[in-house]
């Protein structure tokens, strides 16, 4: 049996970070289209793109430096991440008064890299996940820092619990939760919420075609060390995955889909033309799955999506998704 998070330390997170976090809404599928793109599902909208940085990467960064001593964060903390969870470790650090250096690959996009330096982090690029993982480490050897994972470690689940206690406080008898995966980090700490809150609600995962390692994980029976990433979701391509997370995953979570990069694309543009929403390609995936491989099976139900995050800038997202049918 894994080790999840306790509903009491779920709620105890919750109150602990409400200072620096947002609770983020849950609202009905309010667009023009639902019955087209979802049939007879009622959907409901975790809006947790309205977090602050952006996604809800920063619940967990904030409820891990929570957990630090004043000597660890008096030395500061470090990250690796192509994104979402390097804007929200230099916010955890903002807020709560460190310093933070993440480190990112050359490729990462500007718009993401600039956000962390406009919250005072220091970036550091590095070639690829090898080397961000050895800077990493260099800086906690020799300027002493703690690093913030991306998606491993209990502070992280129970950070990313409180999106599941939110979700289950706004709607009463949910059938299904949709969440998408990366790491995993984000999936277990919502499945650890809502399989002790609604017993009967499934959990399923989302993931692109391009970046499968959460169902290769389990599919191999333990987390792979090493993941072949090639989707446009890069907040979804997680390089490896890691015991901790696998082992929640592999408990609570009912069932994995993929969604691929061209069927996340069309929904990036109709989150804008139906929802008046710009999302990043994670974002969509939830919604994606939902007017895809999960649609029949959810039919007649009531279904939470959690849409991630949104860090995209104009030019990306006009790149990414196709011109509406005029």
């Given at each position: 049996?894994?080790?999840?998070?306790?509903?009491?330390?779920?709620?105890?997170?919750?109150?602990?970070?409400?200072?620096?976090?947002?609770?983020?809404?849950?609202?009905?599928?309010?667009?023009?289209?639902?019955?087209?793109?979802?049939?007879?599902?009622?959907?409901?909208?975790?809006?947790?793109?309205?977090?602050?940085?952006?996604?809800?990467?920063?619940?967990?960064?904030?409820?891990?430096?929570?957990?630090?001593?004043?000597?660890?964060?008096?030395?500061?903390?470090?990250?690796?991440?192509?994104?979402?969870?390097?804007?929200?470790?230099?916010?955890?650090?903002?807020?709560?008064?460190?310093?933070?250096?993440?480190?990112?690959?050359?490729?990462?996009?500007?718009?993401?890299?600039?956000?962390?330096?406009?919250?005072?982090?220091?970036?550091?690029?590095?070639?690829?996940?090898?080397?961000?993982?050895?800077?990493?480490?260099?800086?906690?050897?020799?300027?002493?820092?703690?690093?913030?994972?991306?998606?491993?470690?209990?502070?992280?689940?129970?950070?990313?619990?409180?999106?599941?206690?939110?979700?289950?406080?706004?709607?009463?008898?949910?059938?299904?939760?949709?969440?998408?995966?990366?790491?995993?980090?984000?999936?277990?700490?919502i499945a650890a919420a809502v399989k002790q809150l609604t017993p009967a609600c499934q959990v399923f995962g989302v993931e692109?075609?391009?970046?499968?390692?959460?169902?290769?994980?389990?599919?191999?029976?333990?987390?792979?060390?090493?993941?072949?990433?090639?989707?446009?979701?890069?907040?979804?391509?997680?390089?490896?995955?890691?015991?901790?997370?696998?082992?929640?995953?592999?408990?609570?979570?009912?069932?994995?889909?993929?969604?691929?990069?061209?069927?996340?694309?069309?929904?990036?543009?109709?989150?804008?033309?139906?929802?008046?929403?710009?999302?990043?390609?994670?974002?969509?995936?939830?919604?994606?799955?939902?007017?895809?491989?999960?649609?029949?099976?959810?039919?007649?139900?009531?279904?939470?999506?959690?849409?991630?995050?949104?860090?995209?800038?104009?030019?990306?997202?006009?790149?990414?998704?196709?011109?509406?049918?005029?």
């Amino acid at each position: 049996m894994s080790n999840y998070p306790s509903l009491t330390s779920i709620r105890e997170t919750a109150e602990r970070i409400a200072p620096h976090v947002i609770r983020t809404p849950t609202l009905p599928y309010y667009g023009q289209m639902a019955s087209q793109y979802f049939g007879n599902i009622q959907v409901f909208l975790k809006m947790e793109l309205f977090q602050r940085t952006g996604s809800f990467k920063a619940r967990g960064a904030i409820n891990t430096l929570m957990h630090m001593d004043d000597q660890q964060r008096g030395k500061g903390v470090t990250a690796f991440s192509a994104g979402n969870h390097a804007i929200a470790t230099a916010y955890a650090a903002k807020a709560l008064n460190t310093s933070a250096k993440v480190v990112m690959p050359k490729t990462a996009n500007p718009y993401r890299v600039e956000c962390c330096k406009a919250l005072g982090a220091e970036v550091v690029l590095g070639n690829n996940i090898s080397e961000l993982m050895d800077i990493v480490s260099t800086l906690q050897q020799q300027e002493g820092r703690t690093m913030i994972h991306p998606f491993e470690g209990a502070h992280t689940f129970t950070g990313t619990a409180t999106v599941g206690l939110e979700l289950c406080m706004d709607v009463t008898e949910l059938d299904a939760v949709i969440v998408p995966v990366g790491g995993g980090g984000l999936i277990a700490g919502i499945a650890a919420a809502v399989k002790q809150l609604t017993p009967a609600c499934q959990v399923f995962g989302v993931e692109p075609h391009g970046a499968q390692g959460m169902s290769q994980s389990l599919a191999a029976g333990a987390p792979i060390p090493k993941v072949a990433v090639s989707t446009i979701a890069d907040s979804l391509g997680a390089p490896m995955h890691l015991p901790l997370s696998f082992a929640i995953v592999n408990e609570l979570v009912d069932e994995i889909v993929t969604v691929d990069d061209s069927a996340l694309s069309s929904f990036m543009n109709t989150t804008f033309t139906d929802l008046n929403l710009v999302v990043e390609p994670a974002c969509a995936a939830a919604m994606t799955a939902l007017s895809g491989p999960l649609k029949e099976k959810l039919q007649g139900k009531r279904v939470a999506v959690i849409l991630c995050g949104s860090n995209i800038d104009q030019l990306t997202f006009n790149r990414m998704t196709p011109p509406a049918p005029g």
